[in-house]
């Protein structure tokens, strides 16, 4: 890997200021130049904070900047971000740029790094969270010995497209991907029948929006459990922990009960455990996550991209763009049939002391 380090911006300060945090990690591969954005006070304080310029228009960046972070919301969300990644690609800048991201617009932004020799990426922090990557581990191996027999997927609307990203790293092939119903009767999650690599699949999507806080009052980030031949694999949040729960097999002509001593029954399937906690759920605040675990993850996720670019791996960056279309075109797919978020206006979140309760009932 070369030891040159890429002059780095990050466009946009809203999720924009995690990215930046991100970049104070990996001090050996970038050099934080600067922030582009409208000029908002707080962009300008962002700045300030990190040392680092402060831009407003693509003309006036350095001429040897080699990588942009764009996050601002795309034009799927009704943002410039995808105008702003066009732009810097066009300039010859490599750009990763935060999801959702429309398949079309993916495939021109493709089209323009292709032309100007650079690469271009989409952001995926959550294949990069520990609980995560755990579970996408231990699916490949699980797969590749169990038969899948059935997905049951949960996902809040705003983060459905990162959950197709971890499907496609999960399962052995998205392909074919068919929705066969979509039932909207039940608020506030709706569900779509379907099925994966002929997989009989169940999403319960909570399809509900705050226009006011669009990235608050989700029930939930995201649920998998995939249930095979042998047990079923779960992904009980996007915070962990993930477990593993064998099938019951009680074996025929066994002397389970004819035995006064557990010591003396054994076989191959009674000494299965029954379950395995395979990744542990400890107790830490939504601080620590949003400090410790996502500013991490989307280091690890750009440090990826770096390796990737300093490669040169057109191969490799060729089968990563078609992945990157297909689960763009899944995801679309499902929000077409989902339809718009049902708004909502929700009282205040009431924070519940569990502590508090735990005492009492202890």
């Not at 831009?55 to 350095?62: A, C, K, N, R």
């Not at 410039?80 to 935060?98: M, P, R, W, Y």
């Not at 601080?287 to 791996?313: C, G, H, P, R, T």
């Not at 899944?330 to 929000?335: E, F, G, L, R, S």
């Amino acid at each position: 890997m070369s030891n040159t380090k890429l002059k780095t911006i990050v466009c946009g300060t809203t999720f924009g200021q995690f990215y930046c945090e991100a970049l104070t990690r990996l001090t050996d591969y970038v050099s934080f130049n600067g922030i582009l954005s409208t000029g908002s006070e707080r962009s300008k304080k962002c700045a300030e904070k990190y040392g680092v310029k402060c831009y407003t228009s693509i003309d006036d960046l350095d001429s040897d900047i080699s990588l942009a972070c764009v996050v601002a919301r795309s034009s799927v969300l009704g943002g410039k971000g995808t105008n702003i990644a066009l732009d810097l690609l066009s300039k010859g800048i490599n750009v990763i740029q935060e999801q959702p991201v429309h398949f079309k617009d993916i495939e021109e932004c493709i089209k323009v790094a292709k032309k100007n020799k650079v690469f271009y990426c989409v952001g995926d922090l959550y294949k990069f969270l520990p609980h995560i990557r755990k579970f996408i581990d231990y699916s490949k191996e699980i797969c590749k010995i169990s038969k899948p027999l059935y997905l049951d997927i949960g996902s809040a609307s705003q983060v459905l497209y990162p959950m197709v990203e971890v499907l496609s790293e999960a399962l052995p092939s998205l392909r074919p991907f068919k929705i066969d119903s979509v039932n909207k009767n039940s608020q506030p999650f709706h569900f779509v029948h379907g099925s994966i690599n002929s997989i009989p699949t169940l999403f319960q999507i909570h399809n509900e929006v705050n226009p006011k806080e669009p990235d608050n009052y989700m029930h939930y980030l995201h649920k998998i459990t995939i249930i095979t031949s042998s047990g079923r694999l779960c992904l009980e949040d996007t915070q962990g922990p993930v477990r593993w729960h064998s099938k019951m097999h009680v074996p025929l002509n066994s002397d389970m009960l004819i035995s006064s001593n557990s010591a003396d029954v054994s076989s191959k399937e009674l000494d299965t455990p029954c379950s395995v906690e395979i990744t542990t759920c400890e107790e830490r605040s939504f601080k620590s996550v949003f400090f410790d675990e996502w500013i991490y993850a989307i280091s690890e996720n750009i440090l990826a991209f770096i390796k990737d670019i300093q490669s040169n791996n057109v191969v490799s960056f060729n089968k990563y763009y078609t992945k990157l279309i297909l689960n763009a075109k899944i995801w679309q797919q499902i929000t077409s049939e989902l339809g718009f978020p049902v708004l909502i206006n929700p009282d205040e979140v009431s924070l519940i002391d569990i502590k508090k309760i735990q005492n009492t009932l202890n």
